[in-house]
């Protein structure tokens, strides 16, 4: 099943009642590169009152890649709103962060859901996306005398990253389209007791 996420990084700006709301959007492949990422945003802005995140860094719908944080603003005023914004886009592999220069006005509950909702909106209005397909490892073996069969089934149905290992056999470690690959399994049937598929 394919999706979308952000083509490349994003940020805005946005000033309400004299605090400065600072949206910045990444690409994450990982919760360590979100991690890694928001991070980043507080080397960058030290001196900003609140730095608030949310992300998805995988597929949308894999919940265990979610999470989000208020950091210090009242509970579910931002964090979680941004997360909600984030799901109802239906991108993955996104994070972002809006870091808060407070301007002396309060703005309430309501007012800060509204803030940092409208922070990652703007973002998110400015960021062109990119269609992922999802791929799976697989690991193909096969004896020498097959490795032209195996060179055409790479070029047919466009394995990527490739990996060759000569040993008592040929191994190749590649990605697929998930969509392709009961599709290859069929191609490799007339080869079957010579050539091994595998997920790796």
């Not at 979100?34 to 949308?60: M, T, V």
């Not at 002396?104 to 998110?124: F, W």
């Not at 490799?188 to 007791?193: A, D, G």
Request: aromatic letters at 8%; charged letters at 20%.
């Amino acid at each position: 099943m394919s999706y979308l996420r952000p083509a490349a990084a994003v940020e805005t700006e946005i000033e309400i009642n004299r605090s400065r709301f600072i949206c910045n959007l990444e690409i994450v492949e990982s919760r360590q590169q979100a991690d890694q990422f928001i991070s980043a945003i507080r080397e960058r802005h030290p001196k900003a009152n609140h730095h608030c995140w949310s992300y998805i860094a995988g597929l949308p719908d894999d919940f265990h890649q979610w999470n989000f944080s208020d950091d210090g603003e009242p509970k579910g005023t931002a964090g979680q709103p941004m997360l909600n914004i984030l799901c109802h886009s239906g991108m993955g592999n996104i994070c972002t962060v809006v870091t808060r220069y407070f301007g002396g006005i309060k703005l309430g509950t309501g007012g800060l859901v509204r803030a940092y909702g409208q922070s990652v909106q703007s973002a998110l209005a400015r960021c062109d996306t990119e269609t992922i397909i999802p791929k799976k490892q697989i690991r193909l073996i096969a004896p020498y005398s097959l490795t032209g069969e195996l060179e055409q089934l790479i070029v047919q149905f466009n394995l990527s990253q490739c990996e060759r290992s000569f040993d008592s056999d040929l191994t190749v470690v590649a990605l697929i389209e998930e969509t392709r690959l009961a599709e290859l399994k069929t191609a490799l049937t007339p080869h079957q007791h010579l050539i091994s598929l595998k997920l790796c």
